[in-house]
C-alpha cells in the first residue's frame, strides 16, 4: 500500500537473521537495538504465537523487558508456556500512530512502530531472580507502587511460572510520515495527510471499598505521555 524510500530511513545494522530479514517494504526494516527496545518498552501486551496438536495459536499476553530480555509470566497450568520450552515461537508487537490518507485508494497506508522476536523462551528457575524479575514487572505497570502493595507469598510464587526470551533475533518496521501518491493522482480533489492515533490515559477510578488517599502515580496518570515519536507528517 506504501513505500518509503530509503533517503527517509537511516540506515540500519543487517538483518540478524535470514527469517528476520524484512522483505515486503524493507525500506521501513530497522534491526538496531534501540529501536527494538523502545518498541518492547512502550508496550504492555504482546502476541505469542506458537502451535500444538490442537492448532495454531496467538495469545496476547503481558510484558517487560529487561536489559536483553522480553520476560512474560502466568500460570503453571498455562497451556501456552508449557509449549513454548519446546519449540521455536513468534513474538510480536505493534503500535498504531495514525492513520495515511491518500488520495488513491491504494495509497492509503498507517504509522506505525512493530517488532517481530524470534527464539525460544525459558523458565526462570532462580528464586532471587523470580522474585526481581515480577517486581521489575510490578515498577513497569506503576513506579513506586511495588513498595506499597502487600508482597506475594511463597504460594503465590510457587503457582507463577516466570519465562523470557532473547532478543538477540528481531526484526523492526516503522512507518512514518505523510501518503506517498503518484504523481498523476497529486490533483486529485481530495483531502490527504495523516489522522494521528495515541493512548490517551483516562481518569483512575477508585474502587468502592478503597479509603486511600491517591499516591502520586496515580495523580499523575492523567498527566502522563505515550511515546509519540512517529505522527508527524
Not at 522483505?23 to 504492555?44: E, F, K, P
Not at 506458537?50 to 503481558?62: E, L, Q, R, V, Y
Request: net charge negative; aromatic share 6%; with cysteine.
Amino acid at each position: 500500500m506504501e513505500i518509503m524510500t530509503a533517503a527517509t530511513h537511516p540506515a540500519s545494522p543487517a538483518a540478524p537473521s535470514e527469517r528476520t530479514r524484512v522483505r515486503r517494504g524493507a525500506a521501513n526494516a530497522q534491526y538496531d537495538t534501540a529501536t527494538l527496545h523502545a518498541i518492547v518498552d512502550d508496550a504492555y501486551l504482546c502476541h505469542i504465537a506458537f502451535a500444538d496438536d490442537k492448532g495454531s495459536h496467538c495469545i496476547p499476553t503481558a510484558c517487560w523487558r529487561e536489559e536483553g530480555h522480553l520476560y512474560i509470566h502466568g500460570s503453571n497450568g498455562s497451556r501456552m508456556l508449557k509449549r513454548l520450552t519446546e519449540s521455536e515461537t513468534c513474538v510480536t508487537i505493534t503500535h498504531l500512530d495514525g492513520l495515511v490518507l491518500a488520495r488513491s485508494a491504494f495509497n492509503h497506508s498507517m504509522n506505525y512502530r512493530s517488532a517481530m522476536i524470534y527464539g525460544r523462551f525459558e523458565v526462570v528457575d532462580d528464586e532471587g531472580e523470580r522474585h526481581r524479575s515480577l517486581e521489575a514487572f510490578m515498577e513497569k505497570l506503576a513506579p513506586g507502587r511495588q513498595a506499597q502493595v502487600r508482597p506475594g507469598n511463597d504460594k503465590e510464587y510457587a503457582a507463577t511460572t516466570i519465562m523470557r526470551i532473547p532478543l538477540d533475533e528481531a526484526a523492526c518496521k516503522v512507518r512514518t510520515g505523510g501518503p506517498n501518491d503518484d504523481e498523476e493522482d497529486m490533483e486529485w480533489p481530495v483531502w490527504a495527510g495523516v489522522l494521528p492515533w495515541a493512548r490517551t490515559p483516562t481518569a483512575p477510578q477508585r474502587d468502592a471499598a478503597c479509603t486511600v488517599e491517591e499516591p502520586d502515580y496515580v495523580q499523575k496518570w492523567t498527566c502522563s505521555t505515550t511515546t509519540q515519536t512517529n505522527t508527524e507528517v
